[in-house]
T-cell receptor
Framework: AQSVAQPEDQVNVAEGNPLTVKCTYS??????LFWYVQYPNRGLQFLLK??????LVKGSYGFEAEFNKSQTSFHLKKPSALVSDSALYFC???????????FGKGTRLSVIA | DGGITQSPKYLFRKEGQNVTLSCEQN?????MYWYRQDPGQGLRLIYY???????QKGDIAEGYSVSREKKESFPLTVTSAQKNPTAFYLC???????????????FGPGTRLTVL
């Protein structure tokens, strides 16, 4: 069975500092990994994905994520946080065998000016 | 949210009533999904459909029903059997023709359902 863990319910970071939102996963086959962002009372917006290839994936709004197979992690990062990055972030995984995405419970990011 | 519309944005229901949430997409996607979002619980899959006239139960299908008569439409009915229906409901779609798993899902803006 597929599963995703986001170990932090809340991450606080000062504006201009680097940010990391953590995600670990469990799948039986090769993972397909995704990050989404949600602003209040809105749908989810796609940020980036890892399918194959380079372990460092670059996405929208300056975000990037590093796939680490040995640690089964896919942490979301940004070199310099903005107040406008404050939102709810979801990690998701599927094992590519015609199965739906499984989402983590989300991490609320708060960037303080 | 472009390409997927959900209506209404807010919906109020009395206990014992069935209500239907609309989801339409113009992205020509084969697969469509319904999720329920509750605070602190992330997204939980209710139903999904990978092709017209076919759908599968997700993790929390009890008290819900769906239909997929057209490729662009995937309405969700919340029945009176759903014990705690107050939640934020999200519809999504993706291009998964041929079993492709690497395509991201696109989400609608959501419907907030409140039972009075």
């Amino acid at each position: 069975a597929q599963s995703v863990a986001q170990p932090e319910d809340q991450v606080n970071v000062a504006e201009g500092n680097p940010l990391t939102v953590k995600c670990t996963y469990s799948v039986s086959g090769n993972p397909y990994l995704f990050w989404y962002v949600q602003y209040p009372n809105r749908g989810l917006q796609f940020l980036l994905k890892y399918i194959t290839g380079d372990n460092l994936v670059k996405g929208s709004y300056g975000f990037e994520a590093e796939f680490n197979k040995s640690q089964t992690s896919f942490h979301l990062k940004k070199p310099s946080a903005l107040v406008s990055d404050s939102a709810l972030y979801f990690c998701a995984v599927r094992d590519g065998r015609n199965t739906p995405l499984v989402f983590g419970k989300g991490t609320r990011l708060s960037v303080i000016a | 949210d472009g390409g997927i519309t959900q209506s209404p944005k807010y919906l109020f229901r009395k206990e014992g009533q069935n209500v239907t949430l609309s989801c339409e997409q113009n992205l020509n996607h084969d697969a469509m999904y319904w999720y329920r979002q509750d605070p602190g619980q992330g997204l939980r899959l209710i139903y999904y459909s990978q092709i017209v006239n076919d759908f599968q139960k997700g993790d929390i299908a009890e008290g819900y029903s769906v239909s997929r008569e057209k490729k662009e439409s995937f309405p969700l009915t919340v029945t009176s059997a759903q014990k705690n229906p107050t939640a934020f409901y999200l519809c999504a779609s993706s291009n998964e023709l041929g079993g492709l798993a690497g395509h991201e899902q696109f989400f609608g803006p959501g419907t907030r359902l409140t039972v009075l």
